[in-house]
């Protein structure tokens, strides 16, 4: 697989083009939508490789996708259109030794995830996968304009007067953003004046937002440990494929099994020159047993070695995929299911890195858990709410001295707040809670030792309540100050293999296998507060209207 993020990147010389393999690296790698029409499992040559691998224009830490896709500068399909003049000295380019070194290592890495791939343990997705009915590739986000152009199907009008009326909807409220993004206008632009009428049918055809679908990825690690070994009782022991045959004498004894995996740990006793001897194999799920590396022989002188050996296998070929807590420490403990929700645009050309996650075009993301309020009601809480792409363009914006038209560059530039909570309401909606609820500015300015106070405050005791207001007026739902449990002296933390337990001097009290047994774990004495906060009750009628009503992502 791939080493790390610089590898799949390759600039070319003389000319401001090059390839990335990133896309796809982060749909392998890191559970990121698969942007591609191939599946990696069909890639198996240098040329079905070709067809997952972007050509890009620009600097490698800056730079846009052009639409081509290596296997389209081969073919020739639009690259002159494109390029350009620039055609013949990219094709030229994309025929070095080191694109064809990228191309082997996408065929070699392709093979190797769908020989490994496994979701054992990997979170539930946020909502519903979408269809091609959803204009931006999520259920239950709609987009305003298509609702009223669908409205208007048999309407017909020359393209000026159709421009007149989508520019007084704009003055009514369809954002500015969604007129420009959708690309109506543009097919406007491009009519004469003179032509024959045009049908609302066909402007809504060509309503295209194709460029914003919008992937949401639970930030995931692979687990260290990817068996359980338990001890187990006498059974018959299974086949060994490929094994030499039992030595008269030789007697074996299963020690150790993997109920859900299906790897075992055998103790082998058996004669020698040197007389009696034991020694212990690790045997996989189809019965095959596994060689010590260092010795290059079937046999370990420890059964720990023999299970190091089989977690190594187990990881390589089915890799146990779970929930990263990568910034758990940035929030309060005691709650489960903490999840660090990644909210990305693959299909946008311009391309943001953050800081935080290695993931291209994060518009925004939340960490977030679920947790009791007083009356025992179930409530998501968002520990954090942040785009560090439209914090990054809002400050270029301002050094460059720009205005509101900056939507070429920053997506979602004024609606990134509003539209991460509606994500989230439909999230809160399809767990079916009680209630959703997010910081108050002085946690956040507490947790941060004041960094950004001013500007925590505003979204998070401003911007996201008053949002949530006006979104959810229709639904006839307030936003209101509610109060969740947050532990004053003890924490429960989630491992590999279970939840951990510690009192308020940081020790140990013990692991338990669920949470609801870890509660179970908390030392004498164990103290909650109730912390106030922002939030949005939500009842079963309520998460049920969200649901069949959806939210437009603009407005």
Known sequence: ????????????????????????????????????????????????????????????????????????????????KILGDDEGAVRGSAEQATVKALVAEVVASAKTYTARRATRNSPLPLLPPGTRDDPFGVPFLRSRLRDYLSTQLNTKAKAPQWIGTLNNLASKGLRNEELQRSGVLDFLDAKDPNDQPLTGQALAQSVDFSALRVSIMANINEARTQLRFESTPEKTLARIKGGAKPQHGQKRQLCLFDRVMGYRIEQLDHASLWG???????????????????????????????????Q??????????????????????????????????????????????????????????????????????????????????????????????????APFINEWPALTLKLMLLHAAHLGVDAIAWTRGAHQVSRYHGLGKEGLKELYDRTLPREAKRMLKPFGVISEALEVYVPDNFKIRRLESGFEVRDSEDEIMGIAASFEEARALLPDGAHEQLYVVHGVRLSPATRVAILEKGFTVWG
């Open 1 to 80: 697989m791939f080493s790390d993020a610089t590898s799949f990147v390759i600039d070319f010389e003389g000319c401001a083009y090059g390839v990335s393999a990133r896309r796809i690296f982060e749909h392998m790698m890191l559970g990121q939508i698969n942007p591609f029409s191939r599946l990696v499992s069909s890639v198996q040559s240098p040329r079905e490789a070709a067809e997952v691998i972007d050509l890009i224009s620009g600097h490698p830490d800056s730079y846009s996708l052009t639409g081509l896709t290596l296997s389209a500068l081969y073919d020739g399909t639009f690259a002159k």
């Open 276 to 310: 009696q001897e034991r020694h212990w194999q690790a045997i996989t799920f189809d019965g095959r047993i596994l060689r010590n590396p260092e010795t290059r022989r079937a046999l370990f002188d420890s059964i720990e070695k023999a299970v190091v050996r089989a």
């Open 312 to 409: 190594a296998h187990a990881r390589m070929v089915m890799p146990k995929l779970m929930a990263a807590q990568n910034w758990v420490d940035w929030s309060w403990t005691g709650g489960e299911n903490y999840r660090e929700w990644l909210i990305t645009l693959p299909f946008y050309a311009v391309s943001y890195f953050s800081s935080h996650f290695d993931v291209r075009n994060v518009l925004s993301h939340v960490r977030c858990d679920v947790r009791e309020g007083p009356a025992g009601e179930k409530i998501l809480m968002l520990h954090e709410v942040q785009s560090d792409w439209m914090q990054n363009a809002r400050r270029d914006f301002q050094d460059r001295g720009k205005g509101e038209d900056v939507f070429d560059e």
